[in-house]
């Protein structure tokens, strides 16, 4: 099993451009998740979903957009990237309920808004 | 609300030495969930341990253990005999059971550093 695969893993774009961070699990995990890392932040959920074809908002959801077609797939978009944007965002996984479950987190996308 | 506070940003101890990191919590539930998870400089983030709300026992694997205490809304996690390798940061994380509403709260992280 190659676990959580997140590509690119760095990126660096300028203001305004779009682009897709991708995510893939192969553990038939119910459970995706996004979040994004900042110095001194800690980890913070952008978007959730609990299942393909459902999705829903965390803490910080603005500028980002996730659809969840397949149980393995979760990708994050950013619709106009802004230097607010930079940061390292981490794609995880979990069996089902996060509550009652480890979660399994990819290797992280490094991104640089200039 | 549910909240996470980590009081200890950084903490630097000599290796062999026993060092213990904070974590308060806050929710109004009833039901819940505390986390650790381990960041070391690599940078991928690994599961330590789950404990539910009503499992109070301390937990010991090795030379790490968890102190769970609903009195003090506290799940203090202790290093003995510190080693290099424990060098990471070190985060602990909240979930809420009501209504299952799938959401994991982290704490700002604790940075530890084991010096030889």
């Known amino acids: 099993n190659a676990g959580v695969t997140q590509t690119p893993k760095f990126q660096v774009l300028k203001t305004g451009q779009s682009m897709t961070l991708q995510c893939a699990q192969d553990?038939?995990?119910?459970?995706m998740s996004w979040y994004r890392q900042d110095p001194g932040m800690g980890l913070r959920l952008i978007h959730y979903?609990?299942?393909?074809?459902?999705?829903d908002q965390g803490e910080v959801p603005n500028g980002y957009n996730v659809s969840r077609s397949t149980t393995e797939d979760f990708p994050l978009r950013l619709l106009s990237a802004a230097p607010s944007q930079t940061s390292v965002y981490f794609c995880a996984s979990s069996y089902e309920w996060v509550g009652g479950n480890e979660q399994f987190f990819g290797p992280g996308t490094r991104l640089t808004v200039l | 609300a549910q909240k996470v506070t980590q009081a200890q940003t950084e903490i630097s101890v000599v290796e062999k030495e026993d060092v213990t990191l904070d974590c308060v919590y806050e929710?109004?539930?009833?039901?819940?969930?505390l986390f650790w998870y381990k960041q070391p400089p690599s940078g991928e983030l690994v599961f330590l341990i789950r404990r539910n709300s009503f499992d109070e026992q301390n937990e010991i694997s090795g030379r790490y253990s968890w102190n769970f205490q609903k009195s003090t809304s506290s799940f203090n996690f202790t290093i003995t005999a510190s080693q290099v390798v424990d060098s990471a940061v070190y985060f602990c994380a909240l979930s809420e059971a009501a209504n299952r509403d799938d959401k994991i709260i982290f704490g700002k992280g604790t940075r530890l550093h084991i010096l030889p």
């Open positions: 979903s609990v299942g393909a074809g459902i999705t």
């Open positions: 553990m038939n995990h119910e459970y």
């Open positions: 929710t109004r539930d009833t039901t819940y969930y």
